[in-house]
Nanobody, 125 residues
C-alpha cells in the first residue's frame, strides 16, 4: 500500500487547511487509517483515525472540535479538515494505514505498517 499525503502549507492562526491522503496498491486490505503529526524536536503523536467498519472515529484531545477526519466512499482517500489552527499545530503531518486495525489499537502507531511521506503544516501567530 502506498500513501500520498498533500494539502499542507503556511496559514495564519485561526485559519483552516484540508489535508488529503490517497492510498493505492492493495487498499482493499486496509481497515483503518490515521493521521499523526511530528513537531520539530518532538515525537510523532496521534491526531485522528478512522476504522473501516462503521466509520468509527477517534481524535486526540488537543484537536477535538477543531479537526474532522473523513473518507471518500471508495475508501482510497481520507481527509483531515483542520479549522481554528493554532501555532501549536505546526508539524509534519503523516497519514498511515493498516490491515489489522481494531478499535482498541486505532490510536496506536504500531497498528499501521504503511506510512505516507508527510506534509508540512506551518501556523503563524
Amino acid at each position: 500500500v502506498q500513501l500520498q499525503a498533500s494539502g499542507g502549507g503556511l496559514v495564519q492562526a485561526g485559519g483552516s487547511l484540508r489535508l488529503s491522503c490517497t492510498a493505492s496498491g492493495g487498499i482493499f486490505s486496509v481497515n483503518g487509517m490515521g493521521w499523526y503529526r511530528q513537531a520539530p524536536g518532538m515525537d510523532r503523536n496521534f491526531v485522528a483515525a478512522i476504522h473501516r467498519t462503521g466509520g468509527y472515529l477517534s481524535y486526540a484531545e488537543s484537536v477535538k472540535g477543531r479537526f474532522t477526519m473523513s473518507r471518500d466512499n471508495a475508501w482510497n482517500t481520507v481527509y483531515l479538515q483542520m479549522n481554528s489552527l493554532e501555532p501549536e499545530d505546526t508539524a509534519v503531518y503523516y497519514c498511515a494505514a493498516g490491515p489489522s486495525v481494531i478499535t482498541s489499537n486505532l490510536r496506536s502507531q504500531s497498528a499501521y505498517p504503511y506510512w505516507g511521506q508527510g506534509t508540512l503544516v506551518t501556523v503563524s501567530s
